[in-house]
């Protein structure tokens, strides 16, 4: 093998129409554009949502509602999945980590404890927020509620 007999891997070369190159290639004078209108010329490219001069659906379509940008998102935890994790892994402090740990929430989630299901066990629960029947439930079991 020398480089006089070197080729391209079999497939990785694709043939192509080669457009705009005189008369004689049969692919000439309008290079395959048609005549005249703007898909004839040079720099052209539709517009997304373009629909031809036609008033687009994304403007047609009514706008209603409201989208508050102050809206704070919070992950709920109920206090059954508080009271199960306790129990599986054996804890009396319930802290942002150890929900990440087990899986029922990520690192930058806000987290609010629900008053969903009971719970038996004294635990300390940390959380951004809570409702008012989380707390009632926490300290009815002898625990605490503590805000971040």
Known sequence: MDLSNLKPAEGSVKKRKRIGRGEGSGKGGTS??????????????????????????????????????????????????????????????????????AGLAKKRDLIKVLGKGTLDKKLEVKAHAFSKSAIAAIEAAKGTAVKL
């Open 32 to 101: 395959t554009r048609g005549h005249k209108g703007q898909k004839s010329r040079s720099g052209y490219s539709k517009k997304i949502g373009f629909e031809g001069g036609q008033m687009p659906l994304q403007r047609r379509v009514p706008k209603f509602g409201f989208k508050n940008i102050n809206r704070v998102e919070y992950k709920a935890i109920n206090l059954s999945d508080l009271q199960a994790l306790s129990e599986k892994k054996g804890l009396e402090v319930i802290d942002i980590q150890a929900l990440i740990d």
